[in-house]
């Protein structure tokens, strides 16, 4: 009997064992010795762990205890491996090695793995390799201290199984046991198989004649796949065009967007100046009404320095009435004078003539001041002297009346020219220039987005009618596709109904293809690796068991599939796979790996793990033992493949055409949102054309009132300087036949009344022309008002328009 010959034990992160650590077992007896606690326990656990044993045998109750868990100076580790390598030479194992190894690794997330030479295997495999040698289940394996004393106490009946341990016999009755089982389970299946059975056969022969029928197909199925073929390189390059288009629309849309942001940006500063600009205008308009305001108290002064000229005046002639009445009262008193002279005539002496004398020449004196007096008053005793003043008194009112007209015909000639500034008409021909302007910069640039509404609108139309012609035709497409699926689920129907298709359809089993999705270009290299498994069905132990008498592929489901292994140049058969949905298919695929040609699988065969396979995409199959050809498909496995492929290509056909619906809805609401624009800027541009036109002819009008402004003005002034002459003449009469030096200081007090009516009467003509200033920069304030309101009401109907556009612009993009 061969012997388990140990050669050495590699230990990593298990237990105590942080750092790798390896034991040589040479031949002989190998003794490991240390005080308590060193870890020589663990050593025999690690031998029982790395043989499948868990729980109480390595002294655990979960995995993550196997895994150093640190210590003061080391951090935990996270995964924790035993490696033995066993002697072979003696044929032990059932394998063609002269040693072998076996490892167990396990990681704190609870993932744990078996391999044997390195290749991933699964926990059944490594049970049955190791009861093949006698060693699963053993007690006799590992003797632990005290183990020959308890064997030595123990009863007859429990010292038998002990001895038939030893002796290799219960194995073979666990492996007895365990057939007895399967067969039980085999003969319960057969009798159900039989009862299927017999419900079968009698459709036999038509189902024969089904596939006598269905045999000719092959060469009509094959063109289809063809024709789908074609159709969905088409559809690739359709959908390539279109993604083209689509970004070169959307550029231009974000570039229009861009565009748009800019001139809300100008348009924000232009309003933001103009802003600016009506607040320095109300500034001066501030600044006229405090002038115009100073101008009114001037002209209340003037108006109480007049009442004041007044006042004097009146109390000039009450001082005149006085004068008369003490004229009246020395009159009174000469004439005494004289009546007691002439009484007292016949008895004056030299002294009384003397005092006569002296009276008279007082009379003389008050005479001569007497008729001073009345000479002033306009009542002289001397005729010639009365009828001189009255001449020089009519003459002097004429003169006094054409001065008056003069200066009031100069008044009004100043008043006139007031109400005609040229000042004020220059500056509503600027106003009337800067509107026509205005109007013209406003037309260009309704023009401009005519323009573009229009270019929009064409673009909007040429979008909307290619998303229609692309829909209507993706809607075709995907209604032949839907035609094309309809006949192929009519075909694997037909095929179904074959005997062991039908037979696995009746209890609850499946194509092992039905609902996969391969790559096209890795269909061929599937089929051909899964061979007579691609026409195969899926079913549980139970059905196997019932479909025994069937010929066919059966695939039992829930069953532990081989432990995926890795190829270190060629990828994975199972990376063709697009859609798998219970994975079965996967997990077949799993040791299957894909090669471009026959010459490259050949080279790639010494690095092939056992039991693996590799294939061609022309659909050539390479193992250890040689290669085969792949010569035609599974009739079902192809239709299944197809009708999987129809379908996802419809459903791809059909979410494109909503897509592209849904793009010709979104581009007919921004047509009609570019009709709106294109309307509103046709609009705008009649209404921005007439403005122009009413701006032009005001600028004319304007440009006429200033021509006639200004021939009006020369005229005013050649007339006034006529008048300043004609009055500076009379003035020049009137001093010449004014009042005598006698009468002057009499009416000194008039004259001097006169000059302050005159120097009142300048300063009330002086603030009555800058009255008039006032009120003409105030007009030409109102007027740069209310075109300033005007201007920023345009800027802010564009700022609206674009913000409009603007939103409309993001919902396009959007």
């Known amino acids: ?65 196997v895994i150093f868990a640190g210590s003061e100076r080391r951090r935990p580790l996270g995964l924790a491996e035993v490696s033995l390598s066993i002697a072979n030479e003696d044929g032990l194992f059932d394998l063609p090695f002269t040693e072998i190894e076996i490892a167990r690794r396990a990681d704190r997330g609870g993932g744990q793995e078996y391999l044997l030479n390195r290749e991933k295997i699964r926990l059944r495999d490594l049970n049955e390799l190791l009861d093949g040698a006698g060693l699963a ?74 596939a006598k029928q269905e045999a000719g197909r092959e060469e009509l199925l094959t063109e289809a796949v063809e024709r789908i073929a074609a159709l969905g390189a088409a559809r690739g390059a359709w959908i390539a065009s279109r993604r083209v288009r689509i970004g070169g629309q959307l550029s231009t849309v974000t570039s229009e967007l861009q565009s748009i942001r800019e001139q809300l940006r100008n348009a924000d500063e232009e309003a933001h100046r103009r802003r600016e600009r009506l607040g320095l205008a109300r500034t001066d308009l501030d600044v006229a009404r405090r002038a115009l305001e100073a101008a ?122 007031a109400s005609e500034d040229p000042a004020a008409a220059e500056s509503v021909l600027i106003l009337a220039a800067t509107a026509a302007s205005d109007a013209a910069a406003r037309l260009a640039a309704a023009s401009r987005e005519l323009a573009e509404a229009e270019s929009g609108a064409a673009a909007a139309r040429a979008t909307v009618g290619e998303s229609e012609r692309a829909a209507r035709a993706a809607e075709a497409e995907a209604a032949s596709l839907s035609g094309r699926l309809t006949a192929l689920e009519t075909r694997r129907a037909a095929l179904q ?17 039905a609902g996969v999705e391969l790559r096209e270009e890795g269909r061929t290299a599937v089929l051909a690796a899964l061979g007579a498994l691609a026409r195969g069905f899926v079913v549980d132990q139970r059905g196997a068991s019932l479909l025994d008498d069937e010929q066919g592929a059966l695939l039992i489901d829930g069953a532990d599939a081989i432990g995926a292994t890795t190829h270190p140049t060629l990828p ?124 032009e002819s005001a600028r004319a009008e304007a440009e006429r009132r200033r021509d006639a402004v200004r021939r009006s003005t020369s005229e005013r002034a050649e007339r006034i300087g006529r008048l300043d002459a004609a009055v500076t003449a009379a003035q020049v009469r009137l001093n010449e036949i004014a009042l005598t030096p006698e009468q002057a200081i009499a009416t000194d007090a008039t004259t001097q009344w006169r000059a302050r009516v005159g120097e009142l009467t300048a300063r009330r003509a002086d603030l009555a022309t800058a009255v008039e200033t006032d009120r003409a920069a105030l007009r030409t304030w109102e007027l740069a008002r209310a075109r300033g309101d005007a201007t920023v009401a345009g800027a802010s109907a564009r700022i609206t328009r674009a913000a409009e556009e603007r939103g409309a612009l993001e919902t396009r993009v959007a």
């Open 1 to 65: 009997m061969s012997r388990l010959r140990l050669r050495e034990v590699r230990l990593s992160g298990f237990k105590t064992f942080a750092d790798k650590t390896t034991i040589a077992f040479t031949p002989g007896i190998t003794a490991i010795v240390g005080p308590n606690g060193s870890g020589k326990s663990n050593v025999v656990d690690a031998l029982r762990w790395a043989l499948g044993e868990a729980g109480r045998g390595i002294r655990s109750k979960r995995v993550e205890e």
């Open 137 to 210: 289940e053993n007690g006799l394996l590992f003797i632990g201290q005290g183990a020959v004393d308890q064997a030595l106490s123990l009863k007859a009946e429990e010292r038998r199984a002990l001895v038939e341990e030893f002796a290799g016999t219960a194995r073979h009755e666990r492996r007895r046991a365990r057939a007895e089982t399967e067969m039980k389970e085999a003969i319960d299946n057969r009798a159900r198989v039989e009862e299927i059975l017999g419900t079968l056969r009698p459709q036999e022969r038509r189902l024969a004649t089904l």
């Open 296 to 417: 009114r108290e001037a002209r209340e002064s003037a108006e109480r320095a007049h009442a004041r000229v007044d006042a004097e005046s009146s109390a000039l002639s009450r001082d005149v009435e006085r004068i008369a009445t003490e004229v009246a009262v020395a009159e009174s008193e000469i004439a005494s004078v004289e009546a007691l002279r002439a009484a007292a005539a016949p008895a004056v002496d030299a002294e009384a003539v003397a005092a006569l004398e002296i009276l008279d020449a007082d009379l003389s004196a008050a005479r001569r001041e007497l008729q001073a007096l009345t000479e002033g008053t306009g009542e002289g005793s001397s005729d010639s002297a009365a009828r001189a003043q009255r001449s020089r008194e009519v003459e002097r009112a004429d003169l006094t009346a054409r001065l008056e007209r003069l200066q009031a015909e100069r008044t009004a000639v100043t008043a006139d020219g």
């Open 497 to 513: 109904e074959r005997a062991l298709s039908k037979a696995a359809h009746a209890i609850g089993g499946r194509s092992l293809l």
């Open 572 to 695: 994975s058969l199972s990376s063709e796979i697009i859609s798998d949905p219970d994975g079965l298919l996967g997990r077949l695929l799993a040791s299957v790996f894909v090669a471009p040609s026959v010459a490259a699988a050949l080279s790639a065969l010494a690095d092939l793990p056992l039991g693996g396979t590799i294939v061609t995409r022309a659909g050539a199959v390479v193992r250890h033992g040689g290669v085969v050809i792949r010569e035609t498909e599974p009739e079902d496995a192809l239709v299944d493949s197809e009708i999987s492929r129809a379908a996802a290509a419809t459903e791809r056909l059909r979410a494109t055409a909503a897509a592209l619906r849904s793009d010709a809805t979104v581009g007919a609401g921004a047509l009609t949102s570019a009709e709106t624009r294109l309307t509103q800027g046709r609009d705008a541009e009649v209404s921005t054309r007439a403005a122009l036109r009413a701006a």
